[in-house]
T-cell receptor
């Protein structure tokens, strides 16, 4: 029930395309859904996050869509650029005993070709 | 500007030789986490500190220990590294009012 399922495992798009990464969860205790971007050899960095009372959040070229009833959320990258090539992790978390218990998805390796 | 700093960035250790990885933070967050990330996999939580309270994940091997001498520093000790412990080790922090975790750059551990 703690699992967060992420797809696809890898994705190749052309510059300007709109890659979409999907995640699904089971545990209704999750109340915070961040997306992390990780470049090779670096730690994950928070990209954008959403709470379940909002159906969509947009920051720059990055948009999260959230479907609470389906327990699914997705990341869209508008006008993708080669610099967006990275691994993207969705995550889901809830507060437990004073800390955020975070469950990560399995990651999507995105390649944006010029 | 670095807020979560891990040292060293790369560590090579011999099979069975104890090794310590360090993490420091300038955010004054009360929670610090250690994650293990193997190639092409998601980060896996090993344990975390809430202030001085240590919380071990159920499936974290006894070979992994941690120390947090003060708010700013946290150490990961691997008592007898095996070849299977080669991975990226990530330190992260979060605060009482934060929902997000801030990650360091990681330490890439190689076991030879």
């Amino acid at each position: 029930q703690q699992q967060v399922k992420q797809s696809p495992q890898s994705l190749i798009v052309q510059k300007g395309g709109i890659p979409i990464i999907n995640c699904a969860y089971e545990n209704t205790a999750f109340d915070y859904f961040p997306w992390y971007q990780q470049f090779p050899g670096k730690g994950p960095a928070l990209l954008i996050a959403i709470r379940p009372d909002v159906s969509e959040k947009k920051e720059g070229r990055f948009t999260i869509s959230f479907n609470k009833s389906a327990k699914q959320f997705s990341l869209h990258i508008m006008d993708s650029q080669p610099g967006d090539s990275a691994t993207y992790f969705c995550a889901a978390s809830y507060r437990s005993g004073g800390y955020q218990k975070v469950t990560f998805g399995t990651g999507t390796k995105l390649q944006v070709i010029p | 500007d670095a807020m979560v700093i891990q040292n060293p960035r790369y560590q090579v250790t011999q099979f069975g030789k104890p090794v310590t990885l360090s993490c420091s933070q300038t955010l004054n967050h009360n929670v610090m986490y250690w994650y293990q990330q193997k190639s092409s996999q998601a980060p896996k939580l090993l344990f975390h500190y809430y202030d001085k309270d240590f919380n071990n994940e159920a499936d974290t091997p006894d070979n992994f220990q941690s120390r947090r001498p003060n708010t700013s520093f946290c150490f990961l000790d691997i008592r007898s590294p095996g070849l299977g412990d080669a991975a990226m080790y990530l330190c992260a922090t979060s605060g009482d009012l934060n929902t997000e975790a801030f990650f360091g750059q990681g330490t890439r551990l190689t076991v030879v």
